[in-house]
């Protein structure tokens, strides 16, 4: 089982619609969750950290994080076509590394 | 302001040429890191380092040295590039730990092509 996955992708969503990302991990002590928004040949920049179980939200975006399930979701509501992005799960696991999940390429259709 | 700068940006070289791509932070950071991207395979690992002369593999080590004689610089040195290291390569650091403020920041990125 590799030790973080993320849905396949790509993902098309029509603008204006919500865009759901799914990442689960398999460290079951991992504390820190991190959404990481990509373009095409830039570097990654952080959108959302979760720490505590349950939902964080900030503007368009909403981080879900249940650790009994080992999962950890990303929500776009209203869909940009400047959303359109590879976005990466980064969990930090006990000991202290954080694995990045393959991506998921997102879509977003005017 | 707080970046991590990676240096340079393009390069292209011949194979056995070494060279040396620099990365610095100015974030006080304990941890830094090196990962290359390649289509379809994602970010990964080559070296990590937890602190000042402290340095560790990653997953994809093979033909990569690093050094961490100071805390805010991390090179990466390919001795003998050879073309199967052509890539996307990516600096990061961060502070250890959890909680917020323990996220990753990556520097601009380096292109390098080995003919």
């Known amino acids: 089982q590799k030790e973080v996955e993320q849905n396949s992708g790509p993902l098309s969503v029509p603008e204006g619609a919500i865009a759901s990302l799914n990442c689960t991990y398999s460290d079951r002590g991992s504390q820190s969750f991190f959404w990481y928004r990509q373009y095409s040949g830039k570097s990654p920049e952080l959108i959302m950290f979760i720490y505590s179980n349950g939902d964080k939200e900030d503007g368009r975006f909403t981080a879900q994080l249940n650790k009994a399930s080992q999962y950890v979701s990303l929500l776009i509501r209203d869909s940009q076509p400047s959303d359109s992005a590879t976005y990466l799960c980064a969990v930090k696991t006990s000991y202290d590394k954080v694995i990045f999940g393959p991506g998921t390429s997102l879509s977003v259709i005017p | 302001e707080a970046q991590v700068t990676q240096n340079p940006r393009y390069l292209i070289t011949v194979t056995g040429k070494k060279l040396t791509v620099t990365c610095s932070q100015n974030m006080n950071h304990e941890y830094m890191s090196w990962y290359r991207q390649d289509p379809g395979l994602g970010l990964r690992q080559i070296y990590y380092?937890?602190?000042?002369?402290?340095?560790d593999k990653g997953d994809v080590p093979e033909g990569y040295k690093v050094s961490r004689k100071e805390k805010r610089n991390f090179p990466l040195i390919l001795e003998s590039p050879s073309p199967n290291q052509t890539s996307l390569y990516f600096c990061?650091?961060?502070?250890?730990?959890?909680?917020?403020?323990?996220?990753?920041?990556f520097g601009q990125g380096t292109r390098l092509t080995v003919v």
């Open positions: 380092s937890m602190n000042v002369e402290v340095t």
């Open positions: 990061a650091s961060r502070y250890t730990g959890d909680g917020p403020g323990t996220e990753a920041f």
